[in-house]
């Protein structure tokens, strides 16, 4: 049922949207932040000029608002944009596509207020027409500049994993706005994919821890609203891994994560080979050099305000290289693999 809080001031959350040509998908993820047992919370949509934007029903409840652009800025930028002049201690990035169950509010700020040094915290996310598998349990970095969410496409039963995590995947993650406005929030040169990772990153580096909580639970789609774009997400994941490694990584760890990502790029590509992927990886890997300029201008920034150690940065970061192909947790063991190629953040969507 449907609480209507008239009074901001007691809001602890502000909850960011982004729509793209998915009304249905938002109509009920609006439904399921309507059923929420915490609801002291504000929502922002934020529209990226959708064709089907008037679908959207934006209920009669003073918490939730729509911005409409004019061109689709991507996820990043949206984001930020619905992010500027928020006053709540908490900024909330859900996707379209992923609908929280009714205690999941609940379960984020119970864990945030035991754990009030926290930076960012994670949900789990199953897949939502499977809801028996795991669709991520937070964002694993490793030292050869991949990424992937932690035991995608494994069959598990609760309690899920909580602790720590490398970082949140932004399709159900809530981050401290002191520290999302520190950093500057989501690289808006990114548009979408690894967009994430990359905020997460730097505010690692900027000493914000990061834990995954278990029991706040949301049923992804995945890619439910990029996958009808073919070989999209294969371009900028590609492009933002580099960006990401670049800008981020700390200058003693940089060769041997060069060249790990080099050597895992030559096997996507050769992986990729008459199946479409080609020309997608290969404009991802030209356009990433090509924006190498801006990159080392924001990694000279990020580098100087690093707040925590090189210890610390080697510390957070997987090693294991199996771990490319398990999509694991660093000191987890696993019986299996994951069915799924060494990640390129395809799936973080």
């Not at 990226?48 to 729509?66: E, G, Q």
């Amino acid at each position: 049922m449907s609480q209507i809080m008239g009074d901001g001031n007691d809001r602890h959350s502000r909850i960011i949207i982004v729509s793209f040509h998915c009304a249905d998908f938002v109509n009920r993820v609006i439904g399921c932040l309507l059923d929420q047992t915490d609801p002291a919370f504000e929502v922002v949509i934020v529209d990226n000029a959708s064709k089907d934007v008037d679908a959207i029903a934006l209920p009669d409840d003073l918490r939730f608002r729509m911005i409409r652009l004019d061109s689709n800025v991507g996820f990043a930028k949206a984001n930020n944009i619905g992010a500027a002049g928020a006053t709540v201690p908490w900024i909330v990035t859900l996707n379209p596509d992923a609908f929280p169950r009714r205690d999941w509010m609940e379960r984020l700020q119970a864990a945030a207020r035991a754990q009030p040094d926290v930076a960012m915290f994670g949900s789990t996310q199953l897949f939502s027409h499977d809801p028996a598998m795991i669709d991520g349990e937070g964002d694993q970095y490793s030292i050869f500049g991949f990424a992937w969410r932690v035991n995608y496409r494994r069959v598990m039963k609760p309690p899920y994993y909580s602790g720590q995590v490398f970082s949140p995947c932004a399709a159900a993650a809530m981050y401290r706005r002191d520290y999302y406005e520190a950093v500057g929030g989501f690289d808006e040169d990114f548009f979408c994919y690894c967009e994430d990772v990359d905020l997460g990153f730097r505010i690692r580096l900027g000493g914000g821890p990061a834990v995954q909580v278990g029991d706040a639970v949301v049923e992804h789609v995945s890619s439910g609203v990029s996958k009808q774009y073919g070989t999209f997400a294969q371009y900028h994941g590609v492009r933002n891994l580099v960006w990401t490694m670049v800008k981020n990584m700390p200058l003693p760890l940089l060769p041997l994560a060069f060249a790990g990502h080099s050597l895992l790029v030559i096997y996507l590509v050769f992986r990729s080979l008459g199946s479409g992927r080609t020309g997608a990886i290969g404009r991802g890997i030209r356009d990433a050099l090509c924006g190498l300029p801006r990159m080392i201008a924001k990694r000279h920034v990020i580098q100087r305000d690093r707040k925590v150690t090189l210890g610390q940065v080697a510390r957070m970061i997987a090693w294991n290289p199996l771990l490319l192909k398990t999509r694991g947790r660093p000191g987890c063991r696993l019986s299996r693999s994951s069915d799924q190629p060494p990640a390129v953040g395809v799936e973080k969507a």
